[in-house]
């Protein structure tokens, strides 16, 4: 069955400085992968896939197919970043989504 | 647009009681999807729905029930509420498979005590 590991439960970096979310898959065939950010109490809202490879707020992410990872990053560091990042993986169908157990980013000032 | 709509937003029930959770959405999306998220465990499937009248189990699907009666529609049930079930519920939706993204309702705080 497909994983998605996200191995840093919290993530504190100061404002300004450059911020990586680790994010690796385990999967045999092509995934999509994507993250979504969840703002205190909010809901969900996605914040890159990698079929688009677009930049979001400044976070850019690229798929390696070799070392099967999508990490999250970006330069510079904002406080307003500060948030839940889940990192996800749809393997196509109907099915949903896989999610990893998520990173608490946190931007002090 | 409302885009996905859950109701209730809150809801406490006692061990044994029965409730339905209600998700909506108005943008005519045929796939549906209700997940549980846990501190420490991120979000996990519970059912899904690939359109009017179907519906499918996912990950976690024991103790729960659900209908999909009208497209925009997904109903979550609780027959017998156990503390287990304590969580946020997030209802999502989307268009169609390969690029489609899920939209996700703002979830449902259940307290089971």
């Known amino acids: 069955a497909q994983r998605v590991t996200q191995p840093e439960k919290l993530l504190s970096v100061f404002k300004g400085a450059p911020v990586e979310l680790k994010c690796n898959y385990s999967y045999s065939g092509s995934p999509e992968l994507f993250w979504y950010v969840q703002y205190s109490r909010q809901r969900l809202q996605l914040l890159l896939r990698h079929i688009s490879r677009e930049s979001i707020k400044g976070f850019t992410a690229d798929l390696n197919k070799g070392e099967t990872s999508f990490h999250l990053k970006k330069p510079f560091a904002q406080e307003e970043d500060s948030a839940m990042y889940y990192c996800?993986?749809?393997?196509?169908?109907?099915?949903?989504?896989?999610f990893g157990k998520g990173t608490h980013l946190i931007i002090q000032p | 647009n409302a885009g996905v709509t859950q109701t209730p937003k809150f809801r406490v029930l006692k061990t044994g009681q029965s409730m339905t959770l209600l998700c909506a959405q108005d943008?005519?999306?045929?796939?549906m999807y209700w997940y549980r998220q846990d501190p420490g465990m991120g979000l996990r499937l519970i059912h899904y729905?690939?359109?009017?009248?179907?519906?499918a189990k996912g990950e976690v699907p024991d103790g729960y029930n659900v209908s999909r009666l009208k497209k925009q529609n997904f109903l979550l049930g609780l027959e017998s509420a156990a503390p287990s079930q304590t969580s946020v519920y997030f209802c999502a939706s989307r268009r169609g498979l390969a690029g489609h993204e899920q939209y996700f309702g703002p979830g449902t705080r259940l307290t089971v005590t």
């Open positions: 996800a993986l749809l393997i196509g169908g109907a099915d949903g989504l896989t």
């Open positions: 729905s690939v359109g009017e009248g179907t519906t």
């Open positions: 943008m005519n999306h045929e796939y």
